[in-house]
């Protein structure tokens, strides 16, 4: 890490990230990539954790890029991946930014498709992961409740 120079903003895969930011807490800017996963790839590139971003060097910040790219290669294990057995390829990988919005996306317009029980309820705006929907989730305007004089007023 090169202390002299310090950048207030360093483009990390696509994202601006804040210099002043913790590596962990940097890299967790980048939709994809949590505090876990930053902290993981801070150790496996050699950096301290509790460093800030600003003070990369840009070959290592190339070499963060390459781990979030293929975390595979660099001894992350397969339960680390936020994408593990893909739908069309069968195989484990780790989505950033756009392509795991678009991969969200997509999953969610397939249940829809094939009309299976998630697909349905995603379909209808209801909750899909087995919540109560009794009190909660409610949609469209509150009915106010008015109380005695006002009530009576009303009813004449």
Known sequence: MSEGRFRHIVRIAGVDVEGDL???YGLAKIKGVGYHTGLAIARIVGLDPQSRI????????RRVEDVINNPLKYGIPAWYLNRRKDYASGEDRHLISAD?????RSDIEREIKTRSWRGIRHQLGLKVR??????TGRIGPVV?????KAAQQKQE
């Open 22 to 24: 913790l590596i962990p």
């Open 54 to 61: 600003g003070y990369l060097s840009d070959a290592e910040v």
């Open 100 to 104: 795991l919005i678009f991969e969200a």
């Open 130 to 135: 087995g919540q109560r929907t009794h009190t």
């Open 144 to 148: 106010g409740v008015t109380k005695g």
